[in-house]
């Protein structure tokens, strides 16, 4: 079982930017999917970003390509989400999740993922 906390979301203004950590306990963290969720407030958590475990295969939805970088230490038993040129539209709570290694795929949709964070707020002014 892995337990995941999130931090550094904030209030920023728009064109801003902000770097989301993700700390996970326990010693296997290496051998976990991890990705990034967010959810606005009225809609349904969508997918952001993930990251293979070796970090060298990622993933991004097609609204933040180009804008959101995802990485991981797994020294540092540490998943990152680095966001540029914020928008309002992304303000939501950002979730981090771990997802046990099945295979080669990284999940997209959160059933695939096996265990959340609490949740950091992150709020671009328009």
């Known amino acids: 079982q892995v337990q995941l906390v999130e931090s550094g979301g904030g209030l920023v203004q728009a064109g801003g930017s902000l770097r989301l950590s993700c700390a996970a306990s326990g010693r296997t963290f290496s051998s976990y999917h991890m990705g990034w969720f967010r959810q606005a407030p009225g809609k349904e958590r969508e997918f952001v970003a993930a990251i293979s475990w070796s970090g060298g295969n990622t993933y991004y939805v097609a609204s933040v390509k180009g804008r959101f970088t995802i990485s991981r230490d797994n020294a540092k038993n540490s998943v990152y989400l680095q966001m540029n040129s914020l928008k309002h539209e992304d303000t939501a709570v950002y979730y981090c999740?771990?997802?046990?290694?099945?295979?080669?795929?990284?999940?997209?949709?959160?059933?695939?993922?096996?265990?959340w964070g609490q949740g950091t707020q992150v709020t671009v002014s328009s």
């Open positions: 999740a771990a997802a046990i290694n099945r295979g080669p795929i990284v999940p997209g949709t959160s059933g695939g993922y096996d265990y």
